[in-house]
Structures are given as C-alpha cells and as structure tokens.
C-alpha cells in the first residue's frame, strides 16, 4: 500500500509543478519542485477545492489517514508479541 501512496504522491506532485508553470511561470515550478509540501497546500486553496486536482488531493489525503489510522490500530494490537499475526 505505501508504495501505491508514495507512486500516486509523485504523480500528483508531478500535477501540481505543471499547475505551477502554467499559472506563475518557471520560477513558480521551479520553487513548486522544491517545496513540495507546502506548494502543494498552497496550489490548492489558489486553483480550488472543488476542482479535479482538489478532489484528488482530498482522496489522497484521505486515504493517507485512513493507512495511518489502520498502522496505529495494528501497532496497538500486536504490540506485545503475543498476538502477531502469521507471517
């Protein structure tokens, strides 16, 4: 699963440098290629929500919680040793 988040996190990292070049130019891609994080929070709020690269964002997001979620919840049950799962 992480590797499919890590692919599809490039990708949309990917999207939002082209959405950087096309609205602000090279500098804004160039900047966008190197704070990837925060370009891309910022590209969200200044293109919108509610757009096809906003909702994909969002589900991204939201499937990144959900990983986190299930990762915290099987450390806290397999913690011990006792009740690891079959490998």
Same mark, same amino acid.
């Given at each position: 699963? !992480?590797? #499919? @988040?890590?692919?599809?996190? &490039?990708?949309?990292?990917?999207?939002? #440098? $082209?959405?950087?070049?096309?609205?602000? &130019?090279?500098? *804004?891609?160039?900047?966008?290629?190197?704070?990837?994080? @925060?370009a891309?929070?910022?590209?969200?709020?200044?293109? *919108?929500?509610?757009? @096809?690269? *906003?909702i994909? @964002?969002?589900? !991204?997001? *939201? #499937?990144?919680?959900?990983?986190?979620?299930?990762?915290? #919840?099987?450390?806290? $049950?397999?913690?011990? &040793?006792?009740?690891?799962p079959?490998?």
């Open positions: 699963m !992480w590797s #499919i @988040l890590s692919a599809t996190a &490039g990708f949309l990292h990917l999207w939002t #440098i $082209l959405i950087a070049w096309q609205e602000s &130019g090279v500098f *804004g891609a160039v900047l966008t290629c190197f704070l990837p994080v @925060l891309e929070v910022y590209w969200f709020f200044s293109v *919108g929500p509610l757009t @096809l690269y *906003g994909m @964002l969002l589900v !991204w997001v *939201g #499937i990144l919680v959900a990983c986190l979620i299930c990762l915290g #919840i099987s450390a806290l $049950l397999f913690k011990d &040793g006792e009740n690891s079959p490998r």
